[in-house]
């Protein structure tokens, strides 16, 4: 079976098996559109997760009493279990109908926000958003499934709907966020994902359109627990280094945590090699191009959550304003993915996704210097702006690139891992602004992260398109 290569265009039609995913009829099957407008909505509780609990993170370190550097773990857990759970979610997807994910996922996703909401410590508030995210990716990748199977553009046309849907609730979750802390106390911003429990039996009314398309790999034998167990003590602990200083831990801890993670990373790299199919295939992660694209939505998403984690604060700071004022304020940023989501789908028609992913992460690299180099709400907003863009179109161009890269009985799997490398970045952007703010000023350490979506840039622009 032939390969599309990784950095060509993701307009290429593929074939959608009779009484595939999307079931029913053909016409409905490629309708990128509506399928798009039906899962945005899905996920959108979970979008205003994101962008919500950064206005409420200065309230939350007042009422907890625990500086403002280590409430970046609120949003970095979320990322975190968000980003693990979703190759386990693409590997359970291979035996299984997104459907049973999808409930899991949503029922972890209230579960976890109605802990945090409810926790009276911080530990007990980062557990609920870790369970919470884990909830949160699994439906993520579900849906991502359903989208992913569609046609070259019409998965395009529907992957930038969710996008736009997803990078619109996130940013206008600010203003969410900041009408809930006024109103209702940050307790409440945190279990707004609660909401999406009652929204699930709508959404599984009609239960065709989340039917997994083409065939499952029921031949891929049980879960490999010690492959995930070891990505998910690497992941773990590359994010707690990042804010090791930030929440004051120990030295003997730190190197511990250290030791973990290098050990994790040999077993997994040892794992991979023993066991050509298991968590993480070495013929998916081999795939041409595959690593590439997760890396660059990695950078992407490291500086978008970068400027979402700090920018609430620094606009409070400037105006005098609550979180009310700065989540009012950071509106006109949320309202750039809308047109980001779909002109990326335009792009795709004239560019290879290299080329498209390179200005959508130079978008963020300028969007992280603005907030991080100029002072006043106005370059704040703008510069959010920026990165919203590039988070809302890397999100569509290289997620959809899963179904290009690998065999169909390799699509949901590629898709989970490939979302994972993505996520995660979402979770060292935040947590690499706290570390440095411990030793630096705010502004200085998110410069310093412009670094990250600089080096996704310089991957994007080093790549050759191939050919076939």
């Not at 804010?243 to 003997?252: I, K, T």
């Not at 996704?353 to 709400?377: D, K, Y």
């Not at 899963?402 to 989970?416: M, N, S």
Request: glycine residues 14%; aromatic residues 6%; positive net charge.
């Amino acid at each position: 079976m032939s390969r599309v290569t990784s950095w060509e265009k993701t307009t290429m039609p593929q074939a959608i098996p009779a009484g595939g995913a999307l079931g029913g009829s053909t016409n409905r099957a490629l309708d990128g559109r509506r399928l798009g407008l039906a899962l945005g909505m899905l996920v959108l509780p979970q979008y205003v997760a994101l962008g919500a609990p950064s206005v409420a993170l200065p309230a939350i370190g007042r009422a907890l009493a625990v500086p403002f550097g280590a409430t970046a773990w609120i949003l970095a857990a979320w990322s975190l279990t968000s980003a693990l759970a979703m190759p386990v979610a693409g590997r359970l997807m291979a035996r299984r109908s997104p459907v049973r994910v999808l409930v899991a996922g949503v029922v972890a996703l209230a579960a976890g926000s109605a802990l945090a909401g409810t926790g009276p410590t911080l530990p007990v508030v980062i557990v609920g958003r870790l369970i919470g995210g884990a909830g949160a990716g699994a439906t993520v990748i579900a849906v991502f499934a359903v989208a992913g199977a569609l046609p070259g553009r019409e998965r395009i046309r529907a992957l930038g709907i969710i996008a736009a849907a997803g990078a619109t609730a996130s940013a206008c979750g600010t203003l969410v966020g900041g009408a809930v802390t006024a109103w209702l106390g940050w307790r409440a911003v945190l279990a707004i994902p609660v909401l999406a429990l009652p929204l699930l039996p709508a959404a599984l009314t009609d239960r065709r359109t989340f039917t997994e398309t083409g065939e499952r790999n029921d031949s891929s034998g049980r879960l490999d627990l010690v492959g995930a167990a070891a990505l998910s003590v690497l992941a773990g602990s590359l994010i707690t280094l990042l804010q090791a200083h930030s929440v004051g831990l120990p030295a003997p801890v730190t190197l511990a945590i250290a030791a973990a993670g290098a050990l994790a990373a040999v077993g997994l790299w040892w794992r991979m090699r023993r066991l050509p199919d298991g968590f993480v295939p070495r013929r998916v992660i081999a795939a041409r191009g595959f690593l590439p694209a997760g890396l660059v939505g990695g950078t992407i998403f490291a500086g978008y959550y970068g400027v979402l984690f700090l920018a609430p604060s620094l606009i409070e700071q400037v105006t005098g304003g609550g979180a009310l004022e700065a989540g009012a304020l950071l509106v006109p940023a949320a309202a750039c993915s809308v047109p980001a989501g779909r002109l990326v789908g335009a792009l795709t028609d004239r560019f290879a996704s290299w080329q498209v992913s390179a200005g959508l992460a130079a978008f963020t690299v300028v969007g992280v210097l603005v907030v991080a180099a100029f002072h006043g709400p106005i370059p704040v907003v703008a510069g959010t702006a920026l990165a919203v863009c590039g988070f809302a179109g890397a999100q569509a161009v290289l997620v959809g690139l899963a179904p290009e890269l690998v065999a169909a009985r390799d699509r949901d799997t590629a898709q989970g891992l490939l979302s994972f490398m993505i996520f995660l970045g979402g979770g060292i952007g935040p947590a690499a602004v706290a570390g440095l703010s411990t030793i630096a000023p705010e502004r200085v350490g998110l410069a310093v992260l412009a670094a990250i979506p600089l080096a996704g840039l310089a991957l994007s622009l080093t790549r050759p398109p191939i050919t076939h």
